[in-house]
């Protein structure tokens, strides 16, 4: 399985969810996007099962960046960072149909552990193959 990480630009905050995400990953299946442009190209380039898509949206611009491509976006399993807790930038990221959804104001550790599980359960799955297999 690609884990492909969304960060265009890293405040503090979102840098440490990202480095809880990459520790937790061989680097051989981390793609890194820096534009909503990069991460399209990347995922023409993938096949849909094999794709984990974390989106790290530190701002609302950031959210509405990644919302028009969000035909795209739904197709992949996806685990989405939200700037914030509001009740409108929650609903518009349960939009992207998400695995899990969490914001910048909680434990950066999170992300990295919903993605280890995930990348776990996927690698014992018979059709899946183990992860030595990649």
């Known amino acids: 399985m690609t884990i492909v990480l969304f960060k265009p630009t890293l405040n503090e905050k979102g840098a440490l969810v990202a480095r809880n995400v990459a520790k937790r990953i061989p680097e051989r299946r981390l793609i ?8 399209r190209l990347t995922l023409s380039q993938l096949y849909v099962q094999d794709v984990l898509i974390v989106l790290l ?10 919302y028009s491509s969000l035909d795209l976006l739904q197709l992949y399993r996806n685990i989405i960072v939200l700037p914030d807790g509001d009740e409108t930038t929650v609903s518009l990221g349960h939009k ?6 969490t914001t910048l104001d909680a434990p950066p550790e999170d992300v990295g552990a919903v993605v280890a599980k995930m990348l776990q359960g996927l690698s014992s799955h ?3 193959g183990s992860a030595a297999d990649d």
């Open 96 to 101: 992207f149909h998400p695995r899990f959804v």
């Open 32 to 39: 890194i996007c820096k534009s909503v442009a990069q991460l």
């Open 57 to 66: 949206a530190e701002t609302r611009e950031h959210l509405s960046a990644l």
């Open 126 to 128: 018979p059709c899946m």
